[in-house]
């Protein structure tokens, strides 16, 4: 298959190794790496969770795992570029740590990347966004499609999106691999641009894979080449930057 003229960038993943449910060692992480690096992504936000389930390391464990992953990435791929984040489950306790802790947020910046229990209601969520923006932080909602309350409800999609919150969702549902009714709700999401990054969310080298260069390639035969880019390029990029 022909060679992407771009360089991909995923803003949610789960390779940094052993610090949630995402990569167990060093040699999963630097696997996983391979695999995004031959699939054309050349720049990597890791945002481990901190999520009472699925991770709560320190923050000397995940910058430690950090140095050590980065100075492996340099050595094997040099062209490949490492930051490094967090995916926040939202609790009225995590929003009020957003200020004090900047390990939270993307590179210490504004953005804060949040998720949700599957089932959390709509106005849970609205709240949520309102309350992470008052505190003049810029919440990205992550894998949007993934909430019963998104299906079916276009409204509430074009509410976080006029709050002025961004929109993440999975390489996975854009590509069908989620169920009918997610997919229909993703590419009307999609025909609207509504969706600002699609990522990976990989925790391992089976079970959603550290890929996008597929997932390009619908977007921009389906819909619109620069939206592919924009939001698998250009938005990572300028978030990292920001």
């Known amino acids: 298959m022909k060679e992407l003229d771009i360089k991909l960038a995923d803003m949610h993943c789960h390779i940094l190794f052993g610090v949630d449910?995402?990569?167990?060692?060093?040699?999963?992480?630097i696997e996983m790496l391979r695999i995004?690096?031959?699939?054309?992504?050349?720049?990597i936000l890791l945002t481990p969770h901190f999520h009472p389930k699925r991770g709560m390391a320190s923050v000397d464990r995940i910058y430690d795992a950090f140095i050590?992953?980065?100075?492996?990435?340099?050595?094997?791929?040099?062209?490949?570029?490492?930051?490094?984040?967090?995916?926040v489950y939202y609790t009225s306790d995590h929003a009020e740590m957003l200020e004090d802790h900047e390990e939270l947020r993307i590179c210490g910046g504004r953005n804060v990347l949040i998720e949700f229990s599957t089932g959390t209601p709509a106005d849970y969520i609205l709240r949520a966004v309102d309350n992470v923006?008052?505190?003049?932080?810029?919440?990205i909602v992550a894998h949007i499609e993934r909430y019963a309350?998104?299906?079916?409800?276009?409204?509430?999609?074009?509410?976080?999106?006029?709050?002025?919150?961004?929109?993440?969702?999975n390489a996975d549902?854009?590509?069908?691999e989620n169920g009918f009714s997610v997919h229909k709700m993703v590419k009307w999401m999609l025909k609207n641009e509504l969706v600002?990054?699609?990522?990976?969310?990989?925790?391992?080298?089976?079970?959603?894979?550290?890929?996008?260069?597929?997932?390009?390639?619908?977007?921009?035969?389906?819909?619109?080449?620069?939206y592919a880019a924009y939001c698998m390029h250009d938005m990572p990029l300028r978030i990292l930057e920001s």
Not at 68 to 87: N, S
Not at 173 to 176: E, K
Not at 198 to 225: G, Q, T, V
């Open 68 to 87: 050590i992953l980065r100075d492996k990435a340099a050595e094997i791929f040099p062209d490949l570029e490492l930051y490094l984040g967090r995916e």
């Open 196 to 226: 600002d990054f699609i990522a990976s969310d990989a925790h391992d080298i089976n079970h959603r894979r550290p890929e996008l260069s597929k997932c390009y390639r619908y977007i921009a035969k389906k819909f619109d080449e620069e």
């Open 21 to 29: 449910d995402g990569a167990r060692d060093l040699d999963l992480s």
């Open 133 to 139: 923006i008052m505190m003049g932080f810029t919440p």
């Open 36 to 43: 995004a690096h031959e699939d054309g992504i050349r720049t």
């Open 149 to 169: 309350c998104t299906i079916g409800n276009k409204g509430f999609v074009e509410e976080i999106k006029n709050k002025g919150a961004y929109i993440q969702v």
């Open 173 to 176: 549902s854009v590509l069908g």
